[in-house]
């Protein structure tokens, strides 16, 4: 599956997935505006054995089949732990 992906210029490390290039009608109007403005990054062949860096693929593929889109949320730390560079 082709999947289009896309970065939060507001949210740092939050990534779009979507079906479509560039059309974000899917995206629900309030969690649009909270994560944009967005930033292209590439297009992926998606498959269900293919691996990704935070997210697995076949949720991924779930998500773009049944809405759409899918949100890569940021990595979440514990308190008191420091993000890692």
Do not use: H, W
């Not at 990704?52 to 049944?66: G, Q, T, W, Y």
């Amino acid at each position: 599956m082709q999947c289009f992906i896309y970065k939060s210029l507001k949210k740092e490390e939050l990534y779009l997935y979507l079906d479509k290039k560039d059309d974000f009608t899917e995206v629900p109007d309030t969690l649009f505006k909270s994560i944009s403005p967005m930033q292209y990054v590439m297009e992926l062949e998606l498959t269900a054995d293919r691996k990704l860096a935070r997210e697995n693929s076949e949720r991924v593929i779930e998500s773009l089949k049944a809405k759409g889109f899918f949100v890569q949320m940021p990595p979440t730390l514990l308190p008191g732990s420091e993000k890692i560079q």
